[in-house]
């Protein structure tokens, strides 16, 4: 089953200043959605706001909706852990624990997610895991050597892994290739393409040919210096490429600023 996500009115502020304001977007199951705009105008703010993850920084507040399988994640009666578990994140940077091995790393989430696996499971688990990230004939003759030893690349597929192994219904990305070269971006994109029959996919991209090969459907933040960030277009990535309706929109995907 997949699952869409739906944002309502989203503002958010850090202290007194806010920086997004009335966001309202539809994701729709499966596929690949980009977030794409100029530094500073909130992606990744909003994308953290996706998973509860906004919450966590000190005097970051929010308001609005945001619904998954109708329910807004924000109720009292659900859990952070929960939300986190069915909402995974992939960050800038590979973050696999270091000095644990390749194997441990896959299902470190499992606890955490309340998830009790046996030894057979567990087994399965990673196998399939590494398999859906595109990493398993790279890795299954060293599930035992440390995440940190694998390459850049490795790392950031040994986290979607993990990720991937407490089965979320949305996996949220930011920028997981801005620490890569091309060859290691190019896997990230083909795994990309395979997951997203799968389940659904939010990523955040300052690469605007990155967002036309991996995103079916794109939305593209703004902010000036006297208004938080918004989003000003919203559709099928297609469209906002090829035939966008707002000029701000041409103009940032033209490359004339951001
Ligand atoms: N922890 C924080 N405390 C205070 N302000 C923050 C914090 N994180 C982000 N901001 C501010 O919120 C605004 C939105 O930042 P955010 O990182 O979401 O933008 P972005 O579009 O993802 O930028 P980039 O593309 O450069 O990553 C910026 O003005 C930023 O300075």
């Given amino acids: 089953m997949l699952y869409g996500l739906e944002t309502r009115n989203v503002s958010a502020w850090f202290g007194d200043r806010k920086v997004l304001d009335r966001v309202s977007l539809t994701v729709a199951p499966g596929g690949v959605t980009a977030l794409i705009g100029p530094s500073g105008c909130g992606k990744s703010t909003y994308l953290r706001i996706l998973n509860r993850m906004h919450e966590m920084v000190r005097g970051a507040a929010l308001a609005g909706e945001v619904l998954l399988d109708g329910r807004d994640i924000y109720d009292p009666q659900q859990r952070p852990t929960e939300v986190r578990r ?45 398999r859906r990230a595109g990493l398993w004939t790279e890795v299954s003759s060293r599930l035992r050597t440390p995440g940190g030893a694998l390459s850049g690349g490795q790392q950031q597929r040994l986290c979607i892994a993990r990720s991937l192994a407490v089965s979320p219904d949305i996996l949220l ?84 600023f951001g």
Wanted: proline share 6%.
């Fill in 86 to 130: 069915r909402i995974g994140m992939v960050f800038q940077r590979p973050n696999p624990f270091p000095a644990m091995s390749v194997y441990d790393n896959v299902i470190s989430g499992l606890r955490l997610a309340g998830i009790k696996a046996d030894r057979r499971r567990k087994d399965h688990l990673v196998e399939s895991s590494l």
């Fill in 173 to 256: 990305m930011d920028e997981p290739c801005s620490a890569l070269d091309p060859t290691s971006t190019r896997r990230i994109e083909e795994t990309i393409a395979e997951l997203r029959s799968e389940l659904t996919i939010v990523i955040v991209t300052h690469n605007m040919q990155q967002a036309q090969r991996v995103s079916q459907s794109c939305a593209f933040f703004l902010a000036t210096h006297d208004t938080p960030g918004h989003i000003v277009e919203s559709g099928p990535t297609e469209q906002l490429f090829e035939a966008p309706r707002d000029s701000r929109t041409a103009d940032y995907v033209g490359g004339r």
